[in-house]
């Protein structure tokens, strides 16, 4: 009797338990073709949330012959259907533009969008769809425009696009983003992110070509980090009203020079290339060493209208708010003097300096410096004395380590 008791439990708790299994089922659905998905008749098909499809899709395009085209229809049948994950390795297409159908256009209901072994998306196959996340970790090349006016889409995680190095041209124009990330990307084609303008801050740690016009328009953008950059191109950073702070080239490990194109952070509402609102970190090994006393750093380019048909100048350089090199610290120790470390010293309106060391011998004499190094100098005390522009002389004590 009581043998009967016990196995009558378990028998109801394996009943409740595959009872449990069966219902968490319903919510995902697995076919090897969207037609099978489509005709099932056992599966409740109120109860999916996603459908996974693990066989080939017929077809290449969205004509009628395609079984593309029926995704169009899967709300219809799922009607709460919110994911699609698909594990063939088969392109994506770009819509067809003799019916103007697109996959993502007509599919709104998608929400969700999974295909982890799929290379290569089409042009413009996303383009305007209310997706909210996506996963392509294997994905090597994106069509222009396809994830261009995806408002809903708003963070990328390392892992979505794991293998992609190029991001297409309007890639993400117009998009809801507010965070990326993109572990392997090493070019930003034109106009990627173009008015993309809730982004807040970009990290790209790969990323060596900026193209044009890439991020124009980012208006809430406030902070860049860019560690191997060394091409920015025409106007890149464009209308970025918000931006405070950049970092480049903080990843290099051999010196290296960034090249700005023209009008990188030009404004068009207040007509001015101006940088001086941005605080700048550089790496220690950027060739172009800043002026960290006039906090100038990297020309931009000014059309000169006194010679006969205009030229190009670029003797003008961007003027910061402030510029930070890593390892070097910008520390006023007196006035007129500053220490940047690793023994190196800034004078401000200074015309000449002269070194001692401790028994009066003169060491160096230099005019018009604004950068000392001291590194090829035995450690120990010395005596700085300098002449500044008001024909003033002053001393200080300095310690060489």
Same mark, same amino acid.
């Given at each position: ?18 009872? &449990? ?12 073709? +969207? ?7 056992? %599966?409740?098909?109120?109860?999916? !949330? ?23 229809? /899967?709300? !219809? ?53 209310? %997706? ?10 994106? &069509?222009?425009? @396809?994830?261009?006016? @995806? ?13 992609? $190095? ?9 998009? &809801? ?11 930003? &084609?034109?106009? @990627? ?36 950059? %060394? !091409? ?13 702070? =950049? ?15 023209? #009008?990188?952070?030009?404004? +068009? ?10 605080? /700048? ?11 960290? +006393? ?5 020309? $931009? ?51 000449? =300096? ?35 522009? #008001? ?11």
């Amino acid at each position: 009797m009581q043998k009967t008791k016990i196995l009558t439990k378990l028998i109801i708790a394996v009943l409740i338990l595959t009872a &449990g299994n069966v219902l968490n089922a319903q919510e995902e659905a697995t076919f090897e073709t +969207i037609t099978e998905a489509l005709e099932d008749v056992y %599966v409740n098909k109120h109860e999916v !949330k996603k459908l996974i499809i693990w066989g080939d899709i017929a077809g290449s395009d969205y004509s009628d012959s395609s079984e593309w085209s029926r995704f169009f229809d /899967l709300d !219809k049948t799922f009607p709460n259907i919110e994911s699609i994950e698909i594990l063939t390795d088969q392109d994506i297409p770009g819509p067809n533009f003799a019916t103007y159908r697109n996959l993502f256009n007509d599919a709104l209901w998608i929400k969700h969008f999974s295909a982890p072994n799929v290379l290569r998306i089409g042009d413009f196959a996303f383009i305007g769809s209310y %997706v909210e996340s996506v996963y392509f970790p294997s994905l090597v090349e994106a &069509g222009i425009y @396809c994830f261009s006016s @995806c408002l809903n889409l708003k963070h990328i995680k390392d892992e979505d696009f794991a293998s992609l $190095k190029i991001l297409s041209w309007c890639m993400f124009s117009g998009s &809801g983003l507010v965070s990326v990330n993109f572990p392997s990307v090493e070019y930003i &084609g034109e106009q @990627c992110f173009l008015f993309s303008s809730v982004l807040t801050d970009i990290y790209f740690s790969e990323v060596k070509t900026i193209e044009d016009v890439a991020f124009s328009g980012c208006t809430s953008l406030v902070y860049v980090n860019l560690p191997k950059v %060394v !091409k920015i191109q025409y106007g890149a950073f464009m209308d970025c009203y918000s931006l405070q702070s =950049i970092s480049l080239g903080t990843g290099f490990v051999e010196e290296t020079e960034i090249k700005f194109e023209d #009008y990188v952070f030009y404004k +068009i509402t207040t007509d001015e290339m101006s940088t001086e609102d941005i605080e /700048l970190t550089l790496g220690p090994f950027v060739r172009q060493e800043p002026d960290l +006393i006039e906090n100038t750093w990297n020309y $931009k380019i000014v059309w000169v209208t006194s010679q006969p048909f205009g030229k190009y100048d670029t003797l003008s350089f961007h003027t910061w708010k402030s510029i930070n090199v890593l390892g070097i610290k910008k520390e006023k120790i007196g006035e007129n003097i500053y220490y940047l470390g690793n023994n190196c010293y800034g004078l401000e309106n200074v015309k000449q =300096i002269e070194l001692f060391d401790l028994l009066g011998r003169q060491l160096m004499m230099l005019k018009n410096e604004k950068i000392i190094d001291l590194n090829n100098i035995i450690s120990g005390i010395y005596i700085l004395k300098y002449l500044t522009d #008001y024909n003033k002389i002053k001393t200080k004590k300095i310690v060489v380590n």
